[in-house]
């Protein structure tokens, strides 16, 4: 035997166990959905040759504009690896009783290696049809949602495959319009808002001790990272870097901001839009618009420069700010013209903004890594 | 036993055997599990027709190759981590034989990489790595001479193992 074999034997040994048995049911089962489709579609055409009937017919794996690719398995119990998105699906249009039917809507994730699950335990509506959050950590690596089963937050390691239930119950109906979630990079932290830009209290979960921080419900979460949970007011707007245990104090910037970043490295900055206010009835375009980011220094409330953003497709609009991915450059969410969906990055020294993940399809409800979801 | 027993049975018999081979040639081992994932969607598709007269093994191993190639082929976003890259520390020689030839190996084209797994790895001669890769004998010591001569190039210091006299004789 060769060194050359040796070594090619040790790095294949590298290769982690596996069961595929969950792999070759999924491959079977797919088989059948595919051959199932096959069958819709002749029955469907079987129908249109006879004139019997004019209803749509949804094939699996093609909801909502999705590309007809693998079906879509359930998130299995084991390790996946981390998460690049999470996203709700769309509606159903019933074009008989010509209504949206949303009963079919679940929560997906999609892998940093492009592959989707559907996960059926996550909460997608509430029983007053409020739709229910879910929340991806900064490297992916964590999953959060809401459980009716549990009545209560569930916190997944995709890595590991571990999973660890909130001993604190949340009560169903707590769940209200525009509620957000955020969880922290070792999953040990959450922040539950019930109604995002309300005066209902927030809520910082420890899923390992149960012990919870109350929020001011004034506050929207922008995302928790070592054990510090980004807050920010907007009406104002204030930012308040509060830790975990509670405590610390906002700091006021200097006009009205939206959707602000992570703090960046240098522990101190962070990125958001200037949203002027409306004066005599005329709103100004905002700097969302102008696409201009702002910098704002955490620490003195002060913005510390505006850069004009470059290189970013004509069509379509910035949705969030994120990560950052080195000290210069922030994350923003884009969404295309026709509701494609990418992230870039965007030198905030330069202004040059450069394409860093493309998503397939037209997802709706996005959920990027590292941002409050809701 | 139905045709999906069979399947089954097939693939549970050779899971290590594939996994290591999809790891060899992803170098990840999610994307490995990912490579292994889309294949068996194929084979299982084709499955009347292998557990007949075909032959899975081969079928799979050549799927396993042209799905890896064909992935390579388009462009692959950058993905966000927040890991931090891992810092130096002391290895043993054959510790550092595999972390060498590692990083080579990614640096190589899918073709050159999936060439050095099916000769090297797979022990498969010229003609059935040739029929794997449906190209021709030729190709395939072209690709061969072509990746062994980069990966001495990328790594000068796996000379010795790459001019092992076997290796020589195979690429001759």
Redesign the interface.
Known sequence: MTRLRDALDDIAAEAPAVDLTRLVDAAITGRRRRRRAGWALAAAATAVVMGAASAAVVLPGQRGGEPAARPVLDLPDNRVGPLALAYMTPCDLDVVRKRFDCSMVEWRVVTSTGTTYRVPQALVRTAKERPAPMAVSRDGRMLAYYSREAQAHVVRDLVTGSETTSPVTVEEERIDIGSMLAVSDDGRHLLFDPREGSKKPGLLIDVRTGRTVPVPGTYEVVTIRDGVAELVRYRKTDLWLMPVTGGGKPVRFDGAFIMFSELAPDGRTVAAFHFPDTKKGKRPRSDLVKRRLSLLDTKTGRALRKVDIRGLPKDGSIFETTLWVNEKEVTLGFRGGKGEVATYAVDTTTGRARLLTRYPGSPRSVVLPGAAAG | MDG?DG??EF??AR??S???????LT????????L???V??K???QWHKLSGDGNPEAYTRRALVNQYISWKRRPR???????VPEHGASYDE??L??IV??GA?AKLTPKQRAV??LR??EDLTEAQTAEVLRCSIGNVKSQCHHALARLRSLAPELG???S?P??VEVTR
């Not at chain 2, 976003?77 to 890991?83: A, I, M, R, T």
């Open positions: 999906d399947f089954r693939v549970l899971q290590q594939l996994m290591r081979t999809a790891y060899l170098g990840d081992a999610y994307l490995a599990e990912d292994l994932q889309s068996l969607a084979v299982v598709g976003p950058e993905v966000l981590s927040s890991n054959v510790a034989d595999r030839l590692r190996l050095i797994v090297f790895w010795p193992m790459l092992d076997e290796i």
